[in-house]
C-alpha cells in the first residue's frame, strides 16, 4: 500500500486517525501488508515541506513512526508557527533527536513541495537538507500518477496496481478489501 | 402523422432507449463487478472488486460506515438486473420509474461530492479516472436521464392508450351482446 500523504492536510490527520493506524497495528505489524509512506507536501500548507524533511530525517534514525504521530498529533500547533522540532524531540530519546538534528543542520525553508507537474519539486530550495531528494522523487510519483490531492493511496497485488484512490477511506472497508486480497 | 404511425414512431423511440439504457446499466455494473487488471475471474475475485467498489462508495461520504459495504455489494447486481429488465420491456412502467430514481439518485450524490469539494473519482464505470465534475453530471443529467424519463412518459402513455382500447373493446362488446 502506498500511500501519499502531506503532514499539513487534515484530511491526511484524519486517514491516519482513523485508518492508517488500524492498518498499522493490524496488518502491518503482523507482516500482511507493506505500507510505503510517500511526501505529497501541498505548495498550500506553508510548513508540510520542512514536515517532510523532519519525518524523513527521523526515518534515517529509525524513528519515522513516533515521529509521524507527532507531526499528526500536533499538527494544528505547529501547522500554525512551524515550530516542528519542538514536537519531534519529544517523541524520541534525546540522542536519536541530537542525530536527527545533525541531518537537518544547514537547511531551511523553502523546502520542495507538490507546486504542479511541470514544476520541478526543487525549484526555488535554497538551503536543501539531505532528504530533500527523497521528497522529490515522492512528489515527481505523485506527479506521474495524476494525484488530485492528499490523502491518496495505491494498492499494489501480486505486482498489478489498482487505481489510485484519491481520498481517505473508513477503516472497515479498507479492512475488507486487505481481507479479500489475503484470502485469494 | 398518421395516429397509428405516430404511435409506431413512438415504440421505436422507446425500444431504443430500452436498449441503450439496459446496455448503460450493463456496462456499469459489468465494470464494478469484473475482476481487476490481472486476476482472474473467480468468486473472490468479484468480491475484492466490490471492495474496491466500496472503498470508492465511501470516499463520497454520504453513507455511514455500516451501509457502505452492503451498498456496494447490491448495487452492481441491481444494475444489471435493472439493465436486463428494460431491454426485455416487461412492467416498463415499474422499471422506467426505478431507472430514473437510480439517476436521480447517482446525479444527487456527484452533486454533492462536488458541492463539498471532494476530489473523488466517480467510479461509476469502474476504478480509477478524473474527480468528479460537472462533465460527470451532465452525462447522466443530460444523456442518460432524459432515455429515462422517455421511457417513463412513454410507458405510462401506452398504458392509458392500451387501457382506452381495451374499454372501447369492452363496451363495444357489451353493446353486441346487447
Known amino acids: 500500500m502506498d500511500v501519499f500523504s502531506d503532514y499539513q492536510c487534515p484530511y491526511c490527520r484524519a486517514f491516519y486517525d482513523q485508518t492508517l493506524r488500524s492498518v498499522i497495528a493490524d496488518y502491518v505489524s503482523t507482516g500482511k501488508v507493506y505500507l510505503v509512506h510517500h511526501d505529497f507536501p501541498l505548495v498550500l500548507h506553508k510548513y508540510s515541506g520542512e514536515a517532510a524533511r523532519w519525518a524523513n530525517a527521523c526515518a534515517e534514525v529509525g524513528e ?47 523546502a520542495p513541495q507538490a507546486t504542479g507537474s511541470s514544476v520541478d519539486p526543487m525549484a526555488g530550495v535554497s538551503h536543501p537538507c539531505s532528504m530533500d531528494t527523497y521528497i ?3 512528489i515527481k510519483a505523485g506527479y506521474q500518477l495524476s494525484l488530485p490531492g492528499t490523502p491518496d493511496f495505491v494498492i499494489t497485488y501480486k505486482g498489478h496496481a489498482f487505481a489510485p484512490i484519491d481520498t481517505g477511506v473508513s477503516w472497515p472497508v479498507l479492512k475488507q478489501l486487505f481481507d479479500t486480497l489475503l484470502k485469494q | 402523422m398518421e395516429p397509428s404511425s405516430r404511435a409506431k414512431a413512438w415504440k ?19 465494470s464494478k463487478i469484473k475482476p481487476l487488471q490481472g486476476l482472474p475471474w473467480s468468486v473472490a475475485s468479484v468480491k475484492t472488486s466490490l471492495a474496491m467498489f466500496a472503498m470508492g462508495i465511501d470516499s463520497y461520504q454520504i453513507l455511514p460506515a455500516w451501509a457502505v459495504t452492503p451498498f456496494a455489494q447490491i448495487l452492481p447486481f441491481f ?20 431507472s430514473t430514481l437510480a439517476l436521480c439518485g447517482f446525479i ?36 442518460f436521464l432524459p432515455l429515462s424519463l422517455v421511457l417513463l412518459v412513454g410507458s405510462f402513455i401506452l398504458a392509458k392508450k392500451s387501457h382506452a382500447a381495451s374499454a372501447r373493446a369492452a363496451a363495444a362488446i357489451a353493446q353486441a351482446g346487447d
Open chain 2, 12 to 30: 421505436w423511440v422507446m425500444l431504443a432507449c430500452r436498449i441503450a439504457l439496459g446496455i448503460i446499466f450493463i456496462v456499469a455494473a459489468v
Open chain 2, 79 to 98: 444494475e444489471l438486473f435493472l439493465g436486463l429488465w428494460l431491454i426485455s420491456g416487461i412492467a416498463l412502467r415499474v422499471s422506467s420509474i426505478l
Open chain 1, 136 to 138: 522529490a522523487e515522492d
Open chain 2, 108 to 143: 444527487a450524490a456527484m452533486a454533492s461530492v462536488w458541492h463539498r469539494g471532494l476530489t473523488v473519482t466517480c467510479g461509476c464505470f469502474g476504478q480509477g479516472g478524473p474527480p468528479i465534475g460537472p462533465k460527470d453530471m451532465l452525462r447522466d443529467g443530460l444523456l
Open chain 1, 64 to 110: 519515522f513512526g513516533p515521529a509521524e504521530a507527532a507531526l499528526y498529533d500536533n499538527q494544528d500547533e505547529w501547522g500554525a508557527n512551524g515550530n516542528i522540532a519542538k514536537y519531534i524531540s519529544a517523541a524520541m530519546p534525546a540522542g536519536d533527536f541530537r542525530r536527527v538534528e545533525a541531518i537537518m543542520r544547514g537547511s531551511a525553508m523553502p
